[in-house]
């Protein structure tokens, strides 16, 4: 279970707050052949220990699959992937949570289960919950997907205000 295979040195330390779960994330994609050992360390370097920017990185620029990278989020972070193939917003849940804090933390409400808001993210860090409580100002449930597929609910969600006149 190497990180590295077939290579002698290890990558640049990350100094964010999620560096140890992008290294644990960047190391099943490793496994699991979605980016190699040279592609993974330059994605570390440039992540800073960010873990939305890691992923960000991972896919866009190293073709990492989306799935894939839910689903190794997701099983390091403890929290749930989804499918989102489902999922249709309704009216009442769009624009709860401030539209400034969604595309800062690429995280966006997609339902409600009682008095819990069900929010969709990358990247599940303390620093990223603690903004998106702090807008909900109720108790929420995150579930995880890829950075590309929580944008397109954003956008879904708040739409340009540029584009109206």
């Given at each position: 279970?190497a ?9 640049p ?7 140890a ?13 979605q ?5 993974l ?25 989306r799935?894939e ?7 390091v972070?403890?929290v ?16 709860i ?5 969604v ?9 409600e289960?009682?008095?819990t808001?069900?929010?969709?993210c990358?990247d ?8 998106i409580?702090a ?17 397109t609910f ?5 739409r340009?205000?540029?584009?109206v006149?």
């Amino acid at each position: 279970m190497a990180l590295f295979k077939g290579s002698k040195e290890a990558p640049p330390a990350a100094e964010g707050e999620a560096s140890a779960e992008c290294m644990k994330v960047g190391q099943a994609l490793v496994e699991s052949g979605q980016l190699t050992p040279e592609n993974l360390a330059a994605a570390l370097a440039q992540a800073n220990g960010d873990l939305l920017q890691f992923a960000d990185i991972a896919l866009g620029r190293y073709g990492a699959g989306r799935t894939e990278i839910a689903i190794a989020i997701s099983q390091v972070t403890g929290v749930p992937a989804v499918d989102t193939k489902g999922i249709v917003i309704s009216d009442e849940i769009k624009g709860i949570l401030d539209e400034v804090v969604v595309r800062k933390h690429c995280a966006v409400a997609v339902a409600e289960e009682g008095t819990t808001l069900v929010v969709l993210c990358t990247d599940p860090s303390p620093a990223r919950r603690a903004a998106i409580e702090a807008t909900a100002n109720r108790p929420v449930k995150y579930y995880i997907s890829d950075p590309s597929t929580v944008r397109t609910f954003i956008d879904l969600v708040y739409r340009a205000d540029a584009d109206v006149s």
